[in-house]
């Protein structure tokens, strides 16, 4: 009897397994591919997380144009090697987007798979290893795992076992899963069950400005795509895997305010020269009260009201917070601890970052000539992102500030005492999928094949650019994290479990054969 | 005859200059010196200058140790050269304090010189040039200058002509205008009037942390001192000349809030972790309101009241605030334009930085773990810098937060929803010397020779540890500042106009012989 491998959540698990000849012909179905992936990666593991490391060690900057297009080569060349036309779109000033398809006999169902191969931006000084020079731990770091070397073949891989470096969860993890995954079943003589097409996208991390003008051009290639499936973000923070409905969308803004036109002496000026900072905190104290409410007029107006389905999925699915604040360290979370599967399903106001000259051993006795502030929303389904910003610059509009666009002029720096300079990001809107959809129900299935304690779960709060998608086709879209939720994403020491790859193998392995 | 030379105010003059073989005996006094300092400078602009550029261009940091000492050893030497008793005094880990004497038969009044080698520390991204590489501008840069070559003998000088480095105007312009004081003296046979003593600190920019150890340690030099001078600070902001009787004291904090332990994603846990950028803001807001005034409680408590001679001076005083709101670019300035005169004679809190994560292009859809801010406090008679900061820590604890010194650990943590970590900085009290007393009524004399227009002005906005010099003597303290007020101190681009070098020249000289 073979033991069900726990790879997914961070309970550590030993590792049984039995061997045996394969058998001619091979059985078909999810949970056949389940158990060919297993051996799969038992026996190829340390090839599959060096290929993995070799991939993460390349640069990924949405910015870094050279290096991004090496990403796109290198991608585009590893599914070719794997019987994928493969094809990189173009289009000036963005990265090329990689589209990959691949017929399958007698299969009367395409699903799309769409993975982003850009990460975000890194600040060096924050990581403990530079960002794209992959380190392999024995556990999480902050859990006093140590480094240890990478695994050789015959090494027996521990599933708590990491990788750190940008992207090795979001969104690089998928590559080396669906790659592997593909090797098992072929390997195997198990046969995928649907025409495949790939749609990795180079600049997610900065917003997709482009993808939305690469479906246009495209269309002709996305029109007969029955099922959607995003292949991005964590699991849930239970530890548990989930398959995911809907996401945030995402938008944002720059908010600078002036004071002096230069720094003047804080003693000859200080109470005199008003402080940009004092400025800035008071105008973002206005936006936001203490228990997380946002105070800005209509931010919660148009927003879709909650779903008796969805309420009750959120109610099913384990509520992780307690041992979140813990991981976290904090006592107390916003809204007097309101539950963290109810607050993404409400737009967010974030405070990204902030800045006005320096501060600790760098402060100067200075009054600074500006302070700016970096400001994300986070959408729902019915908020339209322009919109979004249109009321935060109202609210800014109401605490007496003049807006602009550009540092202002003389002029208008002699007309008004208050200013503001805004800078509107672009953004999209959320997508949300209904749970019920029957072209769904067999991926449920094959899921369950590969976590028996699958969470469908409406909405994940992170964002994906997927109302591209929902515009372009009736098809649903449906996400599917593989990376463990405590990856670090968006932040130094990114990391993944080499457990939660090895669910990815699995799981996408069951996805291409699902009935 | 000879035109009064314009040196001083912004407006350039014409220079006219009538030679002549020197008159033997020369003639004595403060019309005198300034007469033969003014002749100096125009015979040795060049040499002058160059000097002063050599200077300039020691990096003086006072955390540099290596090249701090170069400054003082530099110093030192300088003075030395000129007849001076020079010593370099020493403390662990704090740099030199340079000490000199110098012996006038006949005199019955020792005045005492202070000057500060070192300079604030230097953000370089920010200056034009390297603030350690001087460069000559034909005019302010703001007023559209240009670089010029540094003049060679012979060259006529534009007073309007500015020197760009760090420490040009604060706090290195007093040595050359000191030394060519003395050159210009010593060249004309005219004698100094006071035995002189020399003070000069190599780390008020950091506090001026050592200087009370100093005093202490070597009280037998202090001990007999009449008159305490002190070289730095601005000019006044109409463009004359000032004689100053106080400085503000000053002290400062930094204050963290945190919001997770770590860097979490902003739509995965946006409006359920509580970001700490909102937490600050409203922390900081309930510090100052939009008029400028402190909402600390007891903020302004402990001021001494204003005197009814300073009120005078102040009134008397020409009010630049409108051409300064005009140079500075604000429409308005705090308490609803109330003069400068009057606001820098109460306590004022500034906001030096702000600092959380990244802003513009660099930010990232992240939920920081922290949020910093710099505040600084000057400080007027009566205020104790411990006690104001006292009063800040207390109204944080009002807003509900639990106070650390150092990041907070696990337990508090869990424990304390809001917690701010307040980093305490060494600070002093402020300075206030009586206008009427009797051993200045020489100085300023002698000073009026060198300016007509002289301003005579109860307080300095900014702060210089002369309260260490108050409590160890009774001798009256004031402050002569000879640096152009729009000098970028404490900023990048830091500038002295040259018409002010020349100025201090010819002040210092009618300081020298003063009756």
Known sequence: ???????????????????????????????????????????????????????????????????????????????????????????????????????????????????????????????????????????????????????????????????????????????????????????????????????????????????????????????????????????????????????????????TVYGPNRGLHSGHYGNWAPGPGWRLSRLLGSMKAADGNVLIKDFYKSAEPISALDRAAIAAAPAPDDRLRKLFGMAETEASNAPLGERIMIPALNLRGLKSAEVGSKARNVIPPSASASIGIRLVKGNDPSAMIDLVEDHIRRQGYHIVREDPDVKTRAKYPLIAKVERESGYPAMKSRMDDPMVAPLIDALRAAAGDLILAPMLGGSLPLYMFEEASDAPIVILPIANFDNNQHSADENIRLGNLFYGIEAYAAMLVME
């Open 1 to 255: 009897m073979r033991m069900k491998l726990k790879l997914f959540t961070a309970a550590a698990t030993a590792i049984f397994f039995t061997g045996g000849a394969m058998a001619q012909p091979s059985p078909q179905g999810p949970a056949a591919a389940v158990s060919a992936a297993r051996d799969y990666h038992y026996q190829n593991g340390a090839q599959i997380v060096k290929n993995f490391s070799d991939l993460l060690a390349i640069p990924n900057d949405a910015l870094d144009a050279e290096n991004i297009r090496l990403n796109a080569e290198t991608i585009a060349h590893l599914f070719s090697e794997r019987g994928f036309a493969m094809q990189l779109l173009e289009q000036d000033g963005a990265p090329p987007l990689i589209y990959g398809s691949l017929e399958t006999l007698g299969a009367t169902r395409t699903i799309a798979i769409y993975v982003h191969y850009d990460g975000q931006p890194t600040e060096d000084a924050d990581w403990t290893f530079p960002p794209f020079e992959p380190v392999l731990y024995s556990k999480a770091m902050s859990d006093g795992g140590e480094i240890i070397p990478f695994p050789v073949p015959g090494d027996v891989i521990d599933p708590d076992w990491r990788i750190y470096a940008r992207s090795a969860s979001d969104d690089k993890a998928p590559f080396a899963a669906l790659l592997a995954a593909i090797d098992a079943l072929q390997e195997s003589n198990i046969a995928f069950t649907s025409n495949i097409k790939l749609i990795f996208d180079g600049e997610e991390e900065r917003g997709s400005d482009h993808l939305d003008d690469y479906l246009a051009a495209h269309a002709d290639k996305f029109s007969d795509i029955d099922l959607w499936l995003f292949c991005d973000g964590p699991g849930h923070q239970s530890g548990n895997p989930q398959l995911v409905f809907g996401v945030r969308g995402v938008t944002g803004l720059g908010v």
